[in-house]
């Protein structure tokens, strides 16, 4: 128990641009001038463009392959299937069950049957229409339910991972008992910039591969399976990435970029179109669950119960760790000394399903909310009071039986969500309305609901996975003579401005103002994944302990230089403040300038954190690291008679440990809310007997500048133990609860059950119970 | 290619730019990202849904993605790096790096262009009305919130200079 605030000086006084500033992105200017390089702006003299042929069908055994007819179309340089792929056949991040090409089955449609080059997009496209494939189409196996007890359509199984969380008793029971079943729909991460990147033949067999990712050293280490080389003939550097927020964790165009150009030994370049990004990378995994809660007549939760099936499509992908999470979060950031879940991940003919901001917990969150408000609504009590009377404090204990020995501050969270003021009532330009532009909603109909929902989620890697990265820092006289910082980390900046705190970093750690940073590449080691928040504390940590090392190979050759005996005594005497090194007794000082005139100081880190420890089989372990924290409090206007909702505002509490950037923390959580939202009431991935109907952004709707309420946000700060400046990752509690908190404040105005997201208007005004 | 070529000169930022030999098929976005250099205009969805290509037409906006570029010829064609020169932004880019309006960026060229476009005609829009004008700008990183922080920053600033009122 005890308090969960630590007392530790996080930041250090008086460094400008440090931590906890609100400093500007050093890749900003570049980005509002237009000269920012994307992995789409690439361009090398005599380069050609690659194209990939998909499957049309979700299900089908592919008789022959002709490609005869496309390799005499002239511009066509050339196409290649499956029997092309040098190395391994198939490719995965946790398993690797996806083909390159599809060689003789098709397990989605969308599924890359062969890919061609040429020189010029429209010729490349042309050439892949001309590409003859005979398919024998199959039944798609498309109910995940069916699917956990089906015929296997992969040899490695229907079921990713079937797992049970058991804790407390398994009879144990209470006076009032709520049940539910929920579904959540297919939410695409709609990132702006389109899969892309170019391959460049290094002439020697190797290749160098610019491209948008999450992580760079995964993505080689499956490029080079797949070819057949040495990683070390696979270097690959970051790009510029368009957003990501999941979707670039798994290998997209990679492999068969880097294929055409080895064989055709020019640069090739692909880049995706709107609709082939809908094929071409893994959505949010849909869900269905069944939930049931115990509590007692005062509120206090005695057990949750839940089924938990994720639809993970084709593939495997992250789906694995996806339903761990889904599993691990069922009960919500509550206190329940009873709990038994079990979840299922499997495989169907649906569209691949892997990580999206929230990584699982999305799901079960919106399931165990919505059951909240069920149960205060059978205990005749106040939603929000359930959730203060039940929720979880450090030292409490979670369903997988971990301790909570961080930060929880739930509590905060729920009391700062509360108490911003409401909004204005409906009034005002019919542009408020529900329905917008189209002017349609009639004042006398619209009904305003509060609602609201809290959610959690650890930080990093989980289970038991050496999670670590990589950070190498040098200082030296700049061509001005002046201390001048290098780093080096393979993190990749995806737009959440790790770019940015990288150099705060630098400057707290070192007082040096001028911090570069080199691109992200493999020629360091692997800074691990952009996901799961972890970045902040993992790379912020990298960069944090490289610049500590840095700091004592300065100090100790000032001490030598000036013959202080170097071993105990010299942290004691010797300090690094504000770039200059100071004799802490004697009063004298040394420039940072001074000090590196003998040479440049580098340092490579490689920062792991503390260890975890993989589920057991009732998925009972301390399998995560840390937790984060946010709840939110919705309000909207629906007509219901139209079917159409506004959300007017999100107020929200969120845990972030300590504000590192704090502009940029807001900018991370208006924009996580913004997916929220967008999940709640307008996003998904319309599927139909294994196809999408709505592969572009005409037919699947991402909030816009319209759509988007205000938001209205309060930090707790509370520094975690253990974390680097006490920072947690901030990413990813914004996409949460949201999403629940606005299906609360609809049930509020509407009055109707609503157990699935998005809602669409039929859900409201065609309801059997609508008022 | 078998198709007819064509060779065609456009004005682009108060310069002539030549294009040899092009698909006639080819969109202003294709050619101005892909033959003259000028990726300022971004390509994420070329069904003029995002406005991500956003440029200016003889003065009004339009999604390059939807215009075909030999249909450009004889027009006055304004991008992104047309706007405020390498070592010096226009207030509205300047805006969008100090309220934080920029995550990754796909989007922002389209929205600078737009929001020129709208604070010319419109220097006194309301929050209503910016909300309204960018509408056809998608955004996925931000939730817009920044970026109207950003347009009221412009405003504040150009009335300040518009009424000779020094900044505070």
Same mark, same amino acid.
């Given at each position: 128990m005890g308090s969960p605030v630590s007392s530790a000086p996080v930041t250090r006084e008086g460094v400008r641009d440090g931590v906890g500033a609100d400093v500007l992105r050093p890749d900003g200017i570049p980005k &509002?001038?237009?000269?920012?390089?994307? #992995? #789409? @702006?690439?361009?090398?003299?005599?380069?050609?463009?690659?194209?990939?042929?998909?499957?049309?069908?979700?299900?089908?055994?592919?008789? #022959?392959?002709?490609? #005869?007819?496309?390799?005499?179309?002239?511009?066509? +340089?050339?196409?290649?299937?499956?029997?092309?792929?040098?190395?391994?056949?198939?490719?995965?991040?946790?398993?690797?069950?996806?083909?390159?090409?599809?060689?003789?089955?098709?397990?989605?449609?969308?599924?890359?049957?062969?890919?061609?080059?040429?020189? *010029?997009?429209?010729?490349?496209?042309?050439?892949?229409?001309?590409?003859?494939?005979?398919?024998?189409?199959?039944?798609?196996?498309? @109910? /995940?339910?069916?699917?956990?007890? !089906?015929?296997?359509?992969?040899?490695? %199984?229907?079921?990713?991972?079937?797992?049970?969380?058991?804790?407390?008793? $398994?009879?144990?029971?209470?006076?009032? =008992?709520?049940?539910?079943?929920?579904?959540?729909?297919?939410?695409?991460? !709609?990132?702006?910039?389109?899969?892309?990147?170019?391959?460049?033949?290094?002439?020697d067999g190797g290749v160098d591969l610019y491209i948008s990712t999450q992580w760079l050293h995964v993505d080689r280490d499956q490029v080079a399976a797949c070819l057949g080389l040495d990683p070390a003939q696979v270097r690959l550097t970051l790009a510029g990435v368009g957003g990501a927020f999941g979707a670039r964790e798994d290998v997209s165009l990679q492999v068969h970029v880097c294929l055409l150009a080895l064989r055709t030994g020019r640069p090739v370049k692909m880049i995706y179109s709107r609709e082939e990004s809908f094929y071409g990378h893994v959505h949010r995994h849909p869900a269905r669950m069944h939930y049931r809660h115990h509590a007692d007549r005062d509120g206090t939760l005695v057990k949750v119960e839940a089924r938990i099936v994720l639809d993970g499509g084709a593939y495997a992908s992250s789906s694995t760790a996806v339903i761990a999470n889904a599993c691990a979060f069922a009960a919500g950031p509550y206190?329940?000394?009873?709990?038994?879940?079990?979840?299922?991940? &499997?495989?169907?003919?649906? $569209?691949?399903?892997?990580?999206?901001?929230?990584?699982?917990?999305?799901? /079960?969150?919106?399931?165990?909310? !919505? +059951?909240?408000?069920?149960?205060?609504?059978?205990?005749?009590?106040?939603?929000?009071?359930?959730?203060?009377?039940?929720?979880?404090? $450090?030292?409490?204990?979670? $369903?997988?039986?971990?301790?909570?020995?961080?930060?929880?501050?739930?509590?905060?969270? =729920?009391?700062?969500?509360?108490?911003?003021?409401?909004?204005?009532?409906?009034?005002?330009?019919?542009?408020?309305?529900?329905?917008?532009?189209?002017?349609?909603?009639?004042?006398? *109909?619209?009904?305003?609901?509060?609602?609201?929902?809290?959610?959690?989620?650890?930080?990093?890697? /989980?289970?038991?996975?050496?999670?670590?990265?990589?950070?190498?820092?040098?200082?030296?006289?700049?061509?001005? %003579?002046?201390?001048?910082?290098?780093?080096?980390?393979?993190?990749?900046?995806?737009? +959440?401005?790790?770019?940015?705190?990288?150099?705060?970093?630098?400057?707290?750690?070192?007082?040096?103002?001028?911090?570069?940073?080199?691109?992200?590449?493999?020629?360091?080691g692997s800074a691990g994944s952009s996901s799961a928040s972890r970045q902040t504390w993992m790379s912020g940590g990298a960069v944090k302990a490289a610049c500590e090392d840095v700091r004592e190979r300065l100090l100790e050759r000032v001490a030598q230089q000036r013959g202080i005996e170097v071993r105990g005594a010299r942290r004691e005497v010797l300090e690094l403040r504000h770039g200059v090194i100071e004799h802490v007794d004697a009063g004298w000082t040394v420039s940072l300038t001074d000090a590196l005139a003998d040479g440049p100081v580098e340092q490579t880190h490689e920062y792991h954190h503390p260890k975890t420890h993989p589920l057991d089989r009732d998925g009972q372990g301390d399998a995560h690291v840390s937790f984060v924290f946010a709840a939110h409090r919705a309000v909207v206007d629906v007509d219901s008679e139209l079917g159409l909702v506004r959300v007017r505002q999100i107020s929200t509490g969120q845990d972030v440990g300590k504000a590192l950037n704090p502009l940029q923390v807001v900018g991370q959580i208006e924009g996580g809310i913004a997916q929220g939202v967008g999940l709640a009431v307008m996003e998904e991935i319309v599927v139909d007997g294994g196809r999408i109907l709505n592969p572009s952004f005409t037919d699947y709707l991402i909030p816009t500048a319209l759509d988007m309420p205000e938001v209205v946000a309060t930090l707790i700060e509370q520094p975690e133990p253990g974390a680097p400046f006490g920072a947690k990752g901030v990413g990813e509690p914004p996409t949460i609860s949201s999403t629940p908190a606005v299906m609360s404040a609809i049930r509020a105005a509407t009055g109707l059950d609503l157990t699935r997201v998005p809602i669409r208007p039929d859900d409201l005004a065609l309801a059997p119970d609508r008022d | 290619m078998e198709d007819q070529s064509v060779t065609y000169g456009l004005r682009i930022n108060d310069r002539d730019h030549g294009v040899q030999a092009g698909w006639l098929g080819e969109s202003l976005l294709y050619v101005l990202r892909e033959r003259l250099g000028l990726p300022g205009a971004k390509n994420a969805c070329e069904q003029g849904e995002c406005g991500s290509c956003s440029v200016l037409l003889d003065g009004v906006l339009v999604c390059s993605c939807c215009v075909l570029a030999a249909d450009a010829v004889g027009s006055d064609i304004r991008t992104v790096e047309g706007l405020g020169d390498p070592d010096t932004l226009t207030d509205v880019q300047q805006a969008f790096l100090d309220e934080g309006a920029v995550q990754c960026g796909f989007c922002t060229p389209g929205l600078v262009v737009t929001l020129h476009d709208l604070l010319e005609h419109r220097p006194d829009a309301d929050e209503l009305a910016v909300r309204e004008a960018i509408s056809g700008n998608l955004c996925r990183c931000t939730g817009y919130g920044r970026i109207f922080a950003a347009v009221a920053a412009v405003q504040r600033q150009r009335a300040q200079a518009r009424d000779g009122v020094s900044g505070v």
């Amino acid at each position: 128990m005890g308090s969960p605030v630590s007392s530790a000086p996080v930041t250090r006084e008086g460094v400008r641009d440090g931590v906890g500033a609100d400093v500007l992105r050093p890749d900003g200017i570049p980005k &509002v001038q237009g000269r920012f390089g994307f #992995s #789409s @702006d690439l361009f090398a003299e005599g380069m050609l463009w690659g194209r990939t042929l998909r499957s049309p069908h979700p299900a089908a055994r592919i008789r #022959s392959i002709d490609t #005869s007819a496309a390799e005499q179309i002239a511009g066509v +340089q050339v196409v290649v299937t499956a029997a092309d792929v040098p190395g391994k056949a198939t490719y995965g991040l946790e398993h690797d069950d996806q083909p390159v090409f599809a060689a003789d089955v098709i397990r989605y449609q969308g599924e890359p049957v062969a890919a061609v080059a040429a020189d *010029h997009p429209e010729v490349a496209w042309r050439a892949v229409q001309a590409i003859e494939v005979d398919y024998e189409p199959v039944d798609p196996l498309i @109910d /995940s339910e069916v699917a956990i007890d !089906a015929e296997p359509i992969h040899p490695d %199984g229907n079921v990713f991972r079937h797992l049970r969380i058991v804790h407390g008793h $398994p009879d144990a029971t209470a006076d009032v =008992i709520v049940e539910g079943s929920y579904e959540v729909g297919m939410q695409d991460q !709609a990132f702006m910039g389109p899969e892309s990147g170019m391959a460049i033949p290094d002439g020697d067999g190797g290749v160098d591969l610019y491209i948008s990712t999450q992580w760079l050293h995964v993505d080689r280490d499956q490029v080079a399976a797949c070819l057949g080389l040495d990683p070390a003939q696979v270097r690959l550097t970051l790009a510029g990435v368009g957003g990501a927020f999941g979707a670039r964790e798994d290998v997209s165009l990679q492999v068969h970029v880097c294929l055409l150009a080895l064989r055709t030994g020019r640069p090739v370049k692909m880049i995706y179109s709107r609709e082939e990004s809908f094929y071409g990378h893994v959505h949010r995994h849909p869900a269905r669950m069944h939930y049931r809660h115990h509590a007692d007549r005062d509120g206090t939760l005695v057990k949750v119960e839940a089924r938990i099936v994720l639809d993970g499509g084709a593939y495997a992908s992250s789906s694995t760790a996806v339903i761990a999470n889904a599993c691990a979060f069922a009960a919500g950031p509550y206190r329940v000394p009873h709990v038994y879940v079990e979840g299922w991940a &499997v495989r169907t003919n649906n $569209p691949p399903c892997g990580a999206m901001r929230g990584f699982g917990a999305v799901q /079960s969150c919106f399931a165990h909310e !919505a +059951q909240m408000d069920k149960l205060a609504a059978a205990l005749d009590m106040d939603p929000v009071d359930l959730r203060l009377h039940n929720a979880l404090a $450090p030292g409490d204990t979670l $369903p997988t039986g971990q301790v909570i020995t961080g930060t929880a501050p739930v509590r905060e969270c =729920i009391q700062a969500a509360m108490r911003h003021p409401l909004p204005d009532d409906v009034d005002g330009d019919p542009l408020q309305f529900p329905g917008g532009t189209g002017r349609t909603a009639d004042r006398e *109909h619209i009904r305003r609901g509060v609602g609201f929902a809290v959610g959690f989620k650890n930080l990093m890697f /989980s289970e038991g996975f050496d999670d670590y990265s990589t950070a190498a820092v040098r200082v030296e006289r700049g061509p001005d %003579g002046k201390p001048t910082a290098t780093v080096h980390c393979a993190a990749a900046e995806l737009g +959440q401005g790790f770019v940015t705190l990288a150099q705060q970093i630098v400057r707290t750690e070192l007082g040096v103002t001028r911090v570069q940073l080199r691109p992200a590449d493999t020629a360091v080691g692997s800074a691990g994944s952009s996901s799961a928040s972890r970045q902040t504390w993992m790379s912020g940590g990298a960069v944090k302990a490289a610049c500590e090392d840095v700091r004592e190979r300065l100090l100790e050759r000032v001490a030598q230089q000036r013959g202080i005996e170097v071993r105990g005594a010299r942290r004691e005497v010797l300090e690094l403040r504000h770039g200059v090194i100071e004799h802490v007794d004697a009063g004298w000082t040394v420039s940072l300038t001074d000090a590196l005139a003998d040479g440049p100081v580098e340092q490579t880190h490689e920062y792991h954190h503390p260890k975890t420890h993989p589920l057991d089989r009732d998925g009972q372990g301390d399998a995560h690291v840390s937790f984060v924290f946010a709840a939110h409090r919705a309000v909207v206007d629906v007509d219901s008679e139209l079917g159409l909702v506004r959300v007017r505002q999100i107020s929200t509490g969120q845990d972030v440990g300590k504000a590192l950037n704090p502009l940029q923390v807001v900018g991370q959580i208006e924009g996580g809310i913004a997916q929220g939202v967008g999940l709640a009431v307008m996003e998904e991935i319309v599927v139909d007997g294994g196809r999408i109907l709505n592969p572009s952004f005409t037919d699947y709707l991402i909030p816009t500048a319209l759509d988007m309420p205000e938001v209205v946000a309060t930090l707790i700060e509370q520094p975690e133990p253990g974390a680097p400046f006490g920072a947690k990752g901030v990413g990813e509690p914004p996409t949460i609860s949201s999403t629940p908190a606005v299906m609360s404040a609809i049930r509020a105005a509407t009055g109707l059950d609503l157990t699935r997201v998005p809602i669409r208007p039929d859900d409201l005004a065609l309801a059997p119970d609508r008022d | 290619m078998e198709d007819q070529s064509v060779t065609y000169g456009l004005r682009i930022n108060d310069r002539d730019h030549g294009v040899q030999a092009g698909w006639l098929g080819e969109s202003l976005l294709y050619v101005l990202r892909e033959r003259l250099g000028l990726p300022g205009a971004k390509n994420a969805c070329e069904q003029g849904e995002c406005g991500s290509c956003s440029v200016l037409l003889d003065g009004v906006l339009v999604c390059s993605c939807c215009v075909l570029a030999a249909d450009a010829v004889g027009s006055d064609i304004r991008t992104v790096e047309g706007l405020g020169d390498p070592d010096t932004l226009t207030d509205v880019q300047q805006a969008f790096l100090d309220e934080g309006a920029v995550q990754c960026g796909f989007c922002t060229p389209g929205l600078v262009v737009t929001l020129h476009d709208l604070l010319e005609h419109r220097p006194d829009a309301d929050e209503l009305a910016v909300r309204e004008a960018i509408s056809g700008n998608l955004c996925r990183c931000t939730g817009y919130g920044r970026i109207f922080a950003a347009v009221a920053a412009v405003q504040r600033q150009r009335a300040q200079a518009r009424d000779g009122v020094s900044g505070v």
